[in-house]
């Protein structure tokens, strides 16, 4: 596993789409947290991340599936699919370590916004009076976001050998099961069924984690989710044997 | 033995691709699969390697069989999947040192070393693959399936696509190898088995129509060429 984890770091970190993709996440949170007119952090005067915590699950729904896009499209793709799984390893150990992989990045993409935590705890008044619990309750909720949008992003890539095709299924997926499923909630229409369908939506989890009060409940949807998706590209890859 | 092969046979949808194949392979020597485009040569070649799972028959590899060990029998299989697919972006000595990885080996180090030497990839070695010319990429497909020093090799088609002199290089370099390793390649040119086998299973519509020496081959129709015997015995059973 750990062979395949290390060549798909070494991989992405040699292309161009990382640095793009890393560069333009910290542009867009960047803006967003300090230079926006009303909503960024010094005119709001609040000591909170709360602004980039609102949106980077929309952004990180591009970064992640520009991430995981290629890592199973392009084997098919070469043909190298056929080595990688001649070679005596568990079709289980390869996409977990392109999983991990995925996610070892997006996490390695989320390190420099730490500044952001640390220019903030300076401003503050009094001296470092940022609600730690929150803030760190929401860096958990995005990094377990982040892990299953790369669950979708690695089941989309398992779908084509196109990355472009990968690419828009992920984002597809992605918006759905966080935006579209949780906007349900608000449909007066649907009444209980759009609450049930709220309760399955990313967004109500990850916002339940971001108030900073650790619920098993939250953690074991993100967990279920994540092995779902994982057990469907299973499914998908190994389809060649059917 | 090297390889048995009982009653294996291949569906995909309603075409039986590989259809009732028996032979047996023992160990050292090296033998061709020969057939015209579509015969089955490639889908039994990866189904030996562990690609895809037979429809029904028994394919033993190294004294284990794939229906049951798929595991260990790719840890003593090397296998160049036909095109020969390979990460362009990738560093020959890097590629190596992944494959090197993935089949289990222990010293990294000296099986690459061992693979570059062996298939003379030296001058190339700290150049991208997508630099290479194609002779040179086939040799690196070649490395990585030789990488973990495998009892038995699977070539699907080793020589395709290459310059007259990058093909007798090519034989060269898998002749060296069949002395002390089983070799199973493919082709559909009949001096590639002339050159390098030392028989011939010759495969038409997924069934064997021949499995001999070449001498044997030959024997059957003295006045011939083996390019007439090889068109006799494919396009006979084909249009019946």
């Known amino acids: ?242 | 033995m090297s390889i048995q092969v009982k009653h294996l046979s291949k569906r995909y949808g309603n075409q039986w691709a590989v259809n009732d194949l028996s032979f047996d392979i023992p160990t050292g020597e090296i033998v061709g699969f020969l057939g015209p485009n579509g015969a089955g040569k490639s889908t039994t070649m990866k189904i030996l390697t562990g690609y895809i799972p037979a429809t029904s028959g028994d394919a033993v590899v190294c004294g284990f069989n794939l229906n049951t060990d798929s595991l260990a029998v790719r840890k003593r299989v090397g296998y160049l999947p036909e095109h020969n697919p390979l990460y362009l972006d990738m560093y020959v000595t890097e590629y190596l040192q992944f494959s090197a990885g993935m089949a289990g080996v222990s010293k990294v180090k000296s099986a690459v070393e061992n693979a570059i030497e062996l298939t003379q990839l030296l001058p190339e070695r700290n150049k991208k693959i997508g630099q290479l010319s194609k002779g040179y990429r086939q040799r690196v497909g070649l490395a990585q399936a030789l990488i973990h020093d495998p009892e038995v090799l699977i070539l699907d088609e080793p020589t395709s696509g290459l310059d007259p002199n990058q093909v007798v290089e090519m034989r060269n370099v898998i002749k060296n190898l069949g002395k002390n390793k089983t070799v199973l390649l493919s082709t559909h040119i009949m001096q590639e088995v002339e050159a390098m086998c030392n028989r011939v299973i010759l495969l038409n519509h997924g069934k064997i129509v021949a499995d001999n020496t070449l001498d044997g081959l030959k024997k059957t129709s003295p006045n011939d060429s083996l390019e007439t015997i090889f068109r006799n015995l494919t396009s006979h059973v084909g249009s019946i």
């Open chain 1, 1 to 242: 596993m750990w062979v395949v984890f290390k060549k798909e770091i070494r991989s992405f970190l040699g292309s161009f789409i990382a640095y793009i993709v890393m560069g333009v996440f910290l542009i867009i949170t960047g803006i967003f947290m300090w230079i926006i007119q009303e909503n960024n952090v010094l005119d709001l005067g609040i000591a909170s991340l709360q602004v980039m915590f609102n949106i980077a699950p929309y952004i990180l729904i591009f970064l992640v599936s520009a991430i995981t896009m290629r890592s199973l499209s392009e084997e098919r793709r070469l043909g190298t699919i056929e080595i990688l799984t001649t070679r005596p390893v568990s079709d289980t150990s390869i996409l977990l370590g392109k999983y991990f992989a995925a996610v070892g990045l997006i996490v390695f993409t989320l390190l420099p916004t730490l500044f952001y935590y640390y220019t903030i705890q300076q401003l503050a008044d009094p001296l470092q009076g940022i609600d730690n619990g929150a803030t760190w309750g929401s860096y958990l909720g995005l990094i377990l976001l982040a892990a299953s949008y790369a669950s979708i992003g690695l089941f989309a890539s398992s779908l084509t050998d196109n990355q472009i095709v990968s690419l828009i299924i992920s984002m597809v997926l992605c918006f759905f099961w966080f935006g579209v499923l949780s906007l349900l909630g608000d449909v007066k229409a649907l009444d209980v069924i759009g609450k049930s369908l709220e309760w399955f939506s990313l967004d109500f989890h990850y916002q339940s984690i971001s108030r900073g009060v650790l619920d098993t409940r939250d953690i074991v949807y993100f967990l279920g989710f994540i092995a779902s998706f994982l057990g469907g590209t299973k499914l998908v890859f190994e389809s060649r044997k059917w």
